[in-house]
């Protein structure tokens, strides 16, 4: 059953829309916090070089948002982005964060808000014609 209410889409999106408020207060209160998040679903622009992504070797990551990082920040509806600073070079990247994918929220490391919804990549739609061909090329006959 608990599974069942963790990966529903609806609780999904109370979550969802639980995180935005909670940063939305934040960041108008101007009160620095850290965010925990899937990493995998975390896109970085520029991307940032093998000598600093390979140390990110958890399924999780957390994000510090005080200083230049929190005045960069913002908030939308879907996601949160914000300038960082990664390794000894301090290498500049542009961090986007889906907001399904914010695990936990903490102010000095206390835990305010935490997402127990399964955070999974948005389904991309498939086309009609992506359908067809899918069904043509699975037909045993049309295979050269």
Do not use: W
């Amino acid at each position: 059953m608990l599974q069942k209410v963790l990966g529903d889409e609806k609780f999904g999106l109370l979550m969802k829309m639980h995180v935005y408020e909670c940063m939305q207060y934040l960041l108008e209160n101007e009160i620095n916090f850290s965010i925990m998040t899937n990493l995998s679903l975390v896109s970085f622009s520029p991307p940032l070089p093998d000598s600093v992504s390979r140390n990110f070797n958890l399924p999780a990551i957390v994000f510090m948002l005080a200083g230049y990082t929190f005045d960069s920040a913002v908030l939308s509806d879907d996601e949160i982005s914000f300038e960082a600073g990664f390794g000894e070079q301090n290498y500049a990247s542009t961090v986007t964060v889906p907001l399904g994918a914010v695990l936990q929220i903490a102010i000095n490391d206390n835990p305010i808000l935490i997402n127990f919804a399964n955070a999974t990549p948005p389904k991309r739609k498939i086309s009609n014609l992506e359908k067809s061909i899918k069904i043509f090329k699975s037909n045993p006959n049309n295979k050269l």
